[in-house]
C-alpha cells in the first residue's frame, strides 16, 4: 500500500510558478510509474504528466507541455511538478497517483491517489 500527499499548491497570478510535491509513504514508489492528474471546478478529471520509474520517460498533456516538467526523486520517495506561465485555466485540484504499469494518460490504470492540492491561477 502506498500514501501519497500532495503539497506545494496556492493561489498564484497568470504568468506565475508553483512547484508541487507529493510525499509518498508505506513503500518506495521506485518501482512506480507516477503521474499528475487535475480537475477543474464542473469538469472531469483529467491527465497532465506521467514519469517512467526510472525517469527515462515523461509525457504530457498539450496544454501544459513546454511549461509544466514534471520529475521524482526515487531516494527522496518524492514526485514533482513544476508549473511555470500558469494561467487561468490551469485553476484545478491536483492529484499524484501512481500505478504499476507503464506510465499512462489513463485514470483507471492508477492503483493508488493522493487527497489532491489545490491550485488557484488568478488573471
Known amino acids: 500500500q502506498v500514501q501519497l500527499v500532495e503539497s506545494g499548491g496556492g493561489l498564484v497570478q497568470a504568468g506565475g510558478s508553483l512547484r508541487l510535491s507529493c510525499a509518498a509513504s508505506?513503500?518506495?514508489?521506485?518501482?512506480?510509474?507516477m503521474g499528475w492528474l487535475r480537475q477543474a471546478p464542473g469538469k472531469e478529471r483529467e491527465f497532465v504528466a506521467a514519469?517512467?520509474?526510472?525517469?527515462?520517460?515523461?509525457y504530457y498533456t498539450a496544454s501544459v507541455k513546454g511549461r509544466f516538467t514534471i520529475s521524482r526523486d526515487n531516494a527522496k520517495n518524492t514526485l514533482y511538478l513544476q508549473m511555470n506561465s500558469l494561467k487561468p485555466e490551469d485553476t484545478a485540484v491536483y492529484y499524484c497517483?501512481?500505478?504499476?504499469?507503464?506510465?499512462?494518460?489513463?485514470?483507471?490504470?492508477?492503483?493508488?491517489w493522493g487527497q489532491g492540492t489545490q491550485v488557484t491561477v488568478s488573471s
Open positions: 497517483a501512481a500505478t504499476h504499469n507503464i506510465p499512462t494518460r489513463w485514470l483507471r490504470e492508477y492503483e493508488y
Open positions: 508505506g513503500r518506495t514508489i521506485s518501482s512506480y510509474a
Open positions: 514519469i517512467g520509474w526510472n525517469s527515462d520517460n515523461t
